[in-house]
Nanobody, 127 residues
Framework: QILLEQSGGGFVQAGDSLRLSCVAS????????TGWFRQAPGKEREFVAA????????AYGDSVKGRFTIARDSAKNTLYLQMTSLQLEDAARYYC????????????????????WGPGTQVTVSS
């Protein structure tokens, strides 16, 4: 079973950039679609971005399109989320996820069950 560990959260000001990382500390990302979700207090977990298992498909949530970029370094077994032009509404706990043999669309609409999850990392955005 894959084990995901995260890093890179923190406090930023609106307009700043931040990069989140997620490494598979047990297992390999090969064969997994990988993605990012976020959850703000009192809200449901929301899809942010995903990349298909063979890296041929990418999907973004509407609220982050054009500002966030998902990337993967297979040699380092690491997934990234580059966030730019951060807004107050982006403040949340961000979770990386992996789903076996899925494409990006499946991660976006396939529900939360079936994903392996990282522990989450907090992103706080101030004005």
């Amino acid at each position: 079973q894959i084990l995901l560990e995260q890093s890179g959260g923190g406090f930023v000001q609106a307009g700043d950039s931040l990069r989140l990382s997620c490494v598979a500390s047990r297992g390999t990302l090969y064969g997994y679609a990988t993605g990012w979700f976020r959850q703000a207090p009192g809200k449901e977990r929301e899809f942010v971005a995903a990349m298909g298992w063979n890296e041929s498909s990418i999907a973004y949530g509407d609220s982050v399109k054009g500002r966030f970029t998902i990337a993967r370094d297979s040699a380092k077994n690491t997934l990234y989320l580059q966030m730019t032009s951060l807004q107050l509404e982006d403040a949340a706990r961000y979770y990386c996820a992996a789903r076996r043999w899925a494409d990006a669309q499946r991660m976006m609409v396939g529900g939360l069950n079936g994903n392996y999850w990282g522990p989450g990392t907090q992103v706080t955005v101030s004005s």
